[in-house]
């Protein structure tokens, strides 16, 4: 069982950056394939970026390649998200998830793969 509590989100003018930060509890982070996700209202859930479980392989989303880097930190049980340059189309509520697995480099991109979700935090950005 992984619990997952995100922070970080608020209101920024266009251009600015946030970061995004997901804390882990439970015994199974480093068992953990991780990936952000965002869902803007009237809008489906997407992914925005993920990380494999150990060996640092990245995927990002072609809307936020360039200004969105994912990290993590198995030695503290967080995975964040440094957002640069934001867009107002980049407002959305952001979610942490986690997806149990074996595999050292596979990263995840599809919402339904993952088994653990965050409660989300809200980033705004106004133009």
């Known amino acids: 069982q992984v619990q997952l509590v995100e922070s970080g989100g608020g209101l920024v003018q266009a251009g600015g950056s946030l970061r995004l930060s997901c804390a882990a509890s439970?015994?199974?982070?480093?068992?953990?394939?991780m990936g952000w996700f965002r869902q803007a209202p009237g809008k489906e859930r997407e992914v925005v970026a993920a990380?494999?479980?150990?060996?640092?392989?990245?995927y990002h989303a072609d809307s936020v390649k360039g200004r969105f880097t994912i990290s993590r930190d198995n030695a503290k049980n967080t995975v964040s998200l440094q957002m640069n340059s934001l867009k107002p189309e980049d407002t959305a509520v952001y979610y942490c998830?986690?997806?149990?697995?074996?595999?050292?480099?596979?990263?995840?991109?599809?919402?339904?793969?993952?088994?653990?979700w965050g409660q989300g935090t809200q980033v705004t950005v106004s133009s």
């Open positions: 998830a986690a997806k149990n697995t074996v595999s050292s480099s596979t990263v995840y991109r599809d919402a339904e793969e993952y088994d653990y």
């Open positions: 439970g015994r199974t982070f480093s068992s953990s394939s």
């Open positions: 990380i494999s479980r150990i060996d640092d392989i990245t």
